[in-house]
């Protein structure tokens, strides 16, 4: 019986790789329908002979006491009855089953890698737009912190620790995809500080804020919104640019929002909604379906408002 068993589990083997690894890729491939189906007849034939050539020739000796008659092979050939009632279906039987087996697990497989894939690419798109905070700005404060130090300015160390919060926040906080809200209070406070020191009192800010839970957000979309407002908002308003900013989360549901005066001008309406692009495309990725992103313009002011729906909470 072991043998048999041997014997028999190599040719359901053989006639199972045939099929997972030649008819079906064929057909998955869909060119020529037909010559797969004449594949398929012509290997089944040859599997099943085979087999049957092997029984009556090979283990019957063994497993058989003689004398006993023994069919030559041009009649196992020939006996397309018994080949196929017999031993192609039985065969066969299991390797389609096999077959579909092994091409679910490719699939799954398959499908995983491309999540995978999917998630490095979503990733990788996000530290790039992470990477794209506005340069002028930091070179606008360290121009700003050495026109104070020159001056022995008071505020000159709490501009620097300011600065330093900033950058600590970006570089090494920022790596998860989520991060609590009152950090990002806590960077738009510092920005904002660090903004005045560019336009003194000509500028007014207003900043808003109240939180019922520390719930986990995006990092830097708030702080690229408010640096929005800022870049195309006072530094090209000559005048007395106002800026409020407005951020409420109440029972799971977030509000932000973002006024400021501007020049209306085609052209800076243009390059304001430009720089909202990279704001929007990270929405899309971490809250698909689960935001709203809009943006109003009243006549001499342009307004961003975002809600989000957040349910996830950052404490165990």
Same mark, same amino acid.
């Given at each position: 019986m072991l043998i048999e068993n041997i014997f028999y589990v190599f040719f359901y083997m053989l006639a199972s790789y045939f099929v997972a690894y030649f008819i079906i890729p064929k057909l998955l491939r869909g060119k020529n329908y037909?010559?797969?189906i004449l594949y398929f007849i012509a290997g089944g034939?040859? *599997?099943?002979?085979?087999?049957?050539?092997?029984?009556?020739h090979?283990?019957?000796?063994?497993?058989?006491?003689? %004398?006993?008659?023994?069919? /030559?092979?041009?009649? *196992?050939?020939? #006996?397309? =009855?018994?080949?196929?009632?017999?031993?192609?279906?039985?065969?066969?039987s299991?390797?389609?089953?096999?077959?579909f087996i092994k091409l679910l697990k490719d699939q799954y497989l398959v499908k995983q890698r491309t999540?995978?894939?999917? !998630?490095? !690419?979503?990733? /990788?798109?996000?530290?790039?737009? !992470?990477?794209?905070l506005n340069p002028h700005f930091l070179f606008n404060t360290l121009n700003n912190i050495y026109s104070l130090s020159l001056v022995n300015s008071p505020i000159t160390s709490k501009?620097?620790?300011?600065?330093?919060?900033?950058? #600590? =926040?970006?570089?090494? &906080?920022?790596? #998860?995809?989520?991060? %609590?809200i009152s950090t990002e209070i806590a960077l738009l406070k510092n920005y904002i500080g660090l903004e005045k020191l560019r336009y003194d009192d000509r500028l007014m800010v207003n900043f808003t804020h109240y939180i019922d839970d520390d719930k986990p957000i995006a990092p830097l979309i708030l702080l690229s919104i408010v640096e929005n407002a800022f870049k195309h908002g006072a530094s090209e308003d000559i005048g007395k640019p106002i800026i409020n900013i407005d951020l409420k989360l109440i029972k799971n549901d977030f509000h932000f929002r973002v006024s400021n005066t501007f020049l209306s001008k085609k052209e800076q309406i243009g390059n304001n909604k430009i720089g909202l692009?990279?704001?929007? &495309?990270?929405?899309?990725? *971490?809250?698909?379906?689960? =935001?709203?992103?809009?943006?109003? *313009?009243?006549? /001499?002011?342009f307004i961003t408002t975002l809600t989000i729906k957040l349910i996830e909470s950052i404490n165990p």
């Open positions: 037909l010559l797969v034939y040859i *599997i099943s002979a085979f087999l049957r050539i092997a029984v009556v090979v283990l019957e000796p063994i497993v058989r006491t003689p %004398p006993f008659n023994q069919e /030559s092979i041009f009649e *196992i050939l020939t #006996d397309i =009855h018994v080949l196929f009632t017999v031993y192609f279906l039985q065969n066969f299991l390797a389609w089953i096999f077959g999540l995978l894939l999917e !998630k490095e !690419k979503t990733e /990788s798109e996000l530290k790039i737009l !992470k990477a794209q501009s620097i620790a300011g600065l330093s919060e900033i950058l #600590d =926040h970006i570089l090494y &906080r920022c790596n #998860d995809i989520y991060v %609590p692009d990279n704001i929007r &495309r990270q929405l899309e990725m *971490i809250y698909p379906g689960n =935001h709203q992103f809009n943006i109003v *313009i009243e006549e /001499s002011t």
